[in-house]
């Protein structure tokens, strides 16, 4: 394991709040901040757009964070996309898939809007969609999935870890049922990328999809987009810097990733990511891990001793707790957590309104973990969800 007091002096933030809303972002490392920095005091130019040395050098260290993620992951590189988060990859898949009408996609009820809109979009195109529902906590049961494929199927979206429940789908049987039956897969891992092992060679998914800035603990606007076969999708921008060749009828793109980097990327953003994706490695995936899903289940245990509180999502959940204090409005919790003792957490849908609809509830409180979090900051917010159950009764 690391010291988490060590780690906490790299986030200067955590002086100030008990932050618990990881889930939706993470703070950064200073030393991706110093890396941003770097960039803009000592070398800043365009990517891929010059022979002079500050383009070159520019160059080198954005191309230098693709092989930092491509590595922390396990995939190619040339196949690693840099995009401004998860959504804008779900949707260059949804945007440039070969879709006819007719066809078939399959998603479920505890995903993301970002990774249910754009499926639910295609409709208009014709193409069918089936909407998989969990269990009480969450969980997708595989078998639903194989017994909704039909000789249409093109396509199964699924999260990896639910953003409500913190269930963990059992991916590696959803992508072998997906491989027997011809089915092409995304797995939307918003919520697992930096928090546990992911091993893209090892799970073989057609799509993968990341934001930089939750437990990879990137700056916000970059994200990563994984392509088994780039060749499969069309780019969703054109323009500068993914052609190489143009004439006054025509173009060719460049091969990927370029040809899904149009335009001036965020090259500070990716710099930082690369950084900070270094950061994750060096402490350890599998110590982070360990320690977020003691934090959470933790939680989630001392939560379900008292009387006044229902927690939702299963014991073996991912680092997220999704709660409600009976008869109290999941904001006006969240308002008394952060007011009275400085704690940070969400509260309300999280951008997945069927997931919390299922529920049967308006809304919930969540507390998310990463890996500075501590043992002393749980103990807190029991003791102030405590105090706010007395008062509520």
Not at 173 to 187: D, F, N, P, Y
């Amino acid at each position: 394991m690391y010291d988490v007091l060590t780690v906490r002096e790299d986030f200067p933030l955590l002086n100030n709040v008990i932050y618990l809303d990881n889930a939706a972002t993470t703070q950064t490392p200073v030393q991706a901040v110093s890396a941003m920095l770097d960039y803009f005091y000592k070398y800043a130019a365009n990517h891929g757009r010059g022979a002079h040395r500050l383009a070159r050098e520019t160059t080198d260290h954005y191309e230098d964070a693709r092989e930092a993620v491509a590595s922390f992951f396990n995939m190619d590189a040339g196949k690693t996309i840099f995009t401004k988060n998860a959504t804008e990859g779900i949707n260059v898949v949804s945007r440039g898939f070969p879709w006819k009408r007719g066809d078939h996609v399959i998603v479920t009820l505890v995903e993301h809007h970002s990774n249910l809109l754009p499926w639910m979009r295609l409709k208009e195109s014709g193409v069918e969609l089936t909407v998989i529902i969990p269990d009480k906590d969450g969980l997708i049961d595989p078998e639903d999935i194989l017994s909704s494929i039909n000789d249409r199927t093109q396509l199964i979206a699924v999260n990896h870890v639910s953003n409500v429940f913190g269930s963990i789908q059992d991916i590696g049987k959803i992508i072998s049922i997906a491989r027997q039956e011809g089915v092409k897969v995304l797995i939307d891992c918003s919520q697992s990328a930096g928090n546990m092992p992911i091993d893209i060679k090892a799970f073989d998914p057609d799509f993968f999809v990341c934001p930089g800035h939750k437990g990879l603990l990137g700056p916000q606007g970059t994200g990563l987009l994984y392509i088994k076969e780039p060749d499969s999708i069309e780019p969703l921008l054109l323009g500068g810097g993914m052609v190489s060749s143009v004439t006054p009828d025509s173009f060719r793109v460049e091969p990927s990733p370029a040809k899904f980097e149009a335009g001036t990327p965020n090259i500070p953003g990716v710099i930082g990511l690369g950084r900070a994706v270094e950061y994750v490695r060096d402490i350890g995936i599998h110590a982070i891990e360990k320690h977020e899903l003691y934090l959470a289940r933790e939680t989630s245990r001392r939560l379900l001793e008292m009387d006044g509180i229902e927690v939702y999502g299963p014991h073996n959940r991912a680092g997220v707790v999704s709660f409600n204090v009976v008869g109290m409005n999941a904001h006006d919790v969240a308002m008394i957590l952060d007011q009275t003792r400085n704690i940070c957490v969400r509260s309300g849908y999280h951008c997945a309104m069927p997931s919390v609809d299922h529920l049967g509830v308006k809304g919930t409180v969540r507390a998310s973990f990463a890996l500075y979090n501590t043992e002393e900051e749980v103990e807190t917010l029991i003791r102030t969800v405590s105090d706010i159950v007395s008062l509520a009764l």
